[in-house]
């Protein structure tokens, strides 16, 4: 995974748990410095973000968390976790296992 797609995915995960409000400003150089980074992978990951509508560029301002970017954000993750399943459910089923199996390898997951 590369370095923007590791802070877009810290970004993501603040906004979804509430770190992150609407309106915040998200700062370049603080977010470079937080994860060792330099300041153009910083803006690579707002732009990642800006992409799926989770933050704003507003000029002379800079990154801004946008409206609406929470429900956005647990929207995508519900969408990305369903392909995940579906991924999972097919190898199991090629690999003939029980669904009783495939449930204790998801409790056994929530437990680690």
Do not use: C, P
């Not at 603080?30 to 992409?51: E, R």
């Amino acid at each position: 995974m590369s370095q923007r797609t590791t802070i877009a995915d810290a970004i993501r995960n603040r906004i979804i748990t509430g770190g992150l409000k609407e309106g915040t400003q998200v700062w370049g150089r603080a977010t470079a410095q937080q994860h060792s980074v330099g300041f153009k992978t910083a803006l690579a990951a707002f732009d990642i973000l800006a992409g799926e509508g989770l933050l704003d560029n507003r000029i002379g301002v800079g990154y801004i968390v946008a409206a609406g970017a929470r429900e956005r954000a647990e929207k995508q993750g519900m969408e990305t976790l369903m392909a995940l399943v579906k991924k999972a459910v097919a190898l199991a089923k090629a690999l003939e296992l029980e669904q009783s199996k495939i449930i204790t390898m998801v409790r056994n997951g929530y437990r680690n």
